[in-house]
């Protein structure tokens, strides 16, 4: 009797160490082949994934129309200073949005969020087509501005609140990737229109930045809430079964989905227990002052590593090293766009399977290698008009795309969301979103005024800037691969870790006090926390 007892005892020990990370692991069937798990992955892309494509297009057309002679035509050929000035507007106009978005984003919830961020952008947008002059061409840019970090901040939460455990790297990186499909529409339209003669040549791709968007307003109903904004404002039964519609196929006798709901209830609780949520109250924490420094880093590298010199400048880029028409610069920036959107998926799809800070060391040191030799080639043209040099250039500005994309592009959401517990987690993707526009801000204005005055020797800047992005990588970012977001919230604090871990095992095998009933199984357990344990 002794022996079935301690049999028993052991199993169930086993059970309490399994953490919901390694209990989804265990689950074998492919999400294809769920499929209420299926609709949601699919309802996703024209929601959540969405709302990059409107940051893509707009980055991309911006680079085209700037080879549209309709577009240059109708506002004299702005260069340098009121280049940069259309460029950042619309940087600035979410600089000044940003104190708002962590406000709205958790107060309305994720999916209210993306529909206003996108009612935004829909009146930017028409009024950018119907702009007739500079200064409305000017306002509609801050107005887009405006609404794109509200639906990027409630859709890059809603990804990883919604997805398993098993997809939510992936599905957190394809959404980075999205922003090339938005790019390679733009790229094509500005294609199709850079030679027309009247103004709808740069109208016309104005008009369609009204797509992405319009598509997040349809579709966002049809997409469930996030089960941790459901819990912390009290509605747990919603929560309950949302999570078991889409990680469990409707069981709402899933284990799985029971130990889950009991993990994100008592970080919620001990979340709220032990941080404040002011912004000074964060500061005050040696763990939040580290995420924010990462967040706050990351926000800067991702446009100060090179990536905004191509994304709205290649024209003049293309200019300085000899290559004038503009049917080829359109054509190179299409292909690179297209280019780009197929080495960060397929990144998208592997490269959360390796380690985060691993994969933003080899994204960094690729980058440091390919600048110094895309600056030594352009300072060659510079000096010797060798062609070979220019083609060189172009080789250096299509091996850029897949070092760029391999971490910042892949992970960086991805990362943010494991770095952050929920009741920051909007606080601190809108500080790496503040810190990114405002990167972007500076780069937008400067980099034509820099492009133009000092060319090649402009670019030696971000070679230096890329040794301290490997430098601080190196010593700040820690590894978050492999467990599950809840396992993630007190990633610097060690001793709260403890205190979840025990809440967790707690609620899901609470026993009578004395002698351990034979026969109980983890499933009474957590049958039992159902009936009196769990707090909705």
């Known amino acids: 009797m002794a022996s079935t007892e301690k049999k028993e005892d052991s199993h169930q020990d086993k059970s309490v160490d399994v953490l919901v990370s390694e209990m989804a692991m265990q689950d074998k069937t492919p999400w294809y082949r769920k499929p209420n798990l299926r609709l949601l992955y699919l309802i996703f892309l024209p929601t959540c994934l969405g709302v990059e494509m409107t940051s893509g297009f707009d980055a991309s057309m911006m680079n085209g129309l700037q080879a549209v002679d309709s577009w240059t035509t109708f506002f004299h050929s702005p260069r340098s200073t009121l280049l940069g000035l259309m460029s950042s507007m619309y940087s600035l106009g979410a600089i000044l949005s940003l104190p708002f978005v962590p406000v709205l984003s958790d107060g309305l919830g994720r999916r209210r969020a993306i529909f206003l961020g996108s009612i935004i952008m829909v009146i930017g947008a028409i009024i950018q087509t119907c702009s007739k002059n500079f200064a409305m061409f000017v306002i509609s840019r801050f107005i887009l501005g405006l609404g794109i970090p509200l639906a990027i901040v409630g859709a890059s939460s809603l990804i990883a609140e919604l997805s398993h455990p098993k997809e939510r790297a992936i599905m957190g990186s394809l959404f980075n990737s999205c922003y090339f499909i938005g790019s390679i529409v733009a790229a094509g339209v500005t294609l199709g229109t850079f030679n027309m003669k009247s103004n709808w040549g740069w109208r016309t791709p104005s008009l369609l930045q009204v797509f992405p968007s319009f598509l997040q307003i349809t579709f966002i109903w049809f997409l469930p809430e996030s089960p941790r904004w459901l819990i912390s404002k009290g509605r747990g ?127 960094t040191c690729s980058l440091l290698a390919i600048f110094t030799g895309w600056t030594i080639c352009s300072a060659r043209y510079a000096l010797t008009k060798n062609q070979d040099s220019s083609r060189a250039v172009i080789a250096f500005i299509f091996l850029y795309s897949p070092a760029y994309n391999l971490a910042y592009n892949a992970l960086s959401y991805t990362f943010l969301v494991e770095l952050f517990p929920f009741h920051v987690r909007a606080k601190g993707i809108t500080v790496f979103q503040w810190f ?101």
């Not at 889950?260 to 939040?288: A, P």
């Not at 010593?475 to 467990?483: D, M, R």
């Not at 351990?516 to 344990?533: D, F, L, P, Y």
């Open 237 to 363: 039964d919603e929560a309950m079964a949302s999570l078991a519609k889409y990680h469990a196929e409707g069981d709402m006798n899933s284990e799985f989905v029971k130990a889950e709901y009991v993990q994100i209830e008592q970080t919620l609780e001990l979340e709220k227990e032990t941080s404040k949520v002011g912004w000074m109250d964060m500061l005050s924490q040696k763990g939040m002052r580290r995420r924010l420094l990462i967040g706050a880093f990351l926000g800067l590298v991702t446009q100060w590593s090179g990536n905004g010199l191509i994304s709205y400048f290649l024209a003049p880029i293309l200019d300085n090293v000899g290559i004038h028409d503009n049917r080829t610069k359109n054509l190179i920036n299409l292909a690179n766009t297209c280019w780009g959107f197929i080495n960060a998926t397929a990144f998208a799809l592997t490269v959360s399977r390796f380690k985060r800070r691993t994969m933003y060391l080899l994204c």
């Open 436 to 536: 990114s526009r405002m990167a972007g801000f500076f780069n937008q204005f400067v980099n034509p005024i820099g492009i133009a005055n000092a060319g090649w020797k402009y670019y030696i800047s971000y070679c230096i800037f890329l040794v301290f992005e490997i430098t601080f990588i190196f010593f700040l970012f820690p590894e978050t691969s492999g467990k599950t977001l809840e396992e993630l919230a007190f990633l610097y604090e060690k001793d709260e870790l403890e205190k979840q871990r025990q809440r967790v095992e707690e609620e899901l095998h609470k026993d009578h006090p004395g002698e351990q009933r034979a026969g109980s199984t983890e499933k009474e357990s957590i049958e039992k926390i159902e009936r009196g344990g769990k707090t909705a």
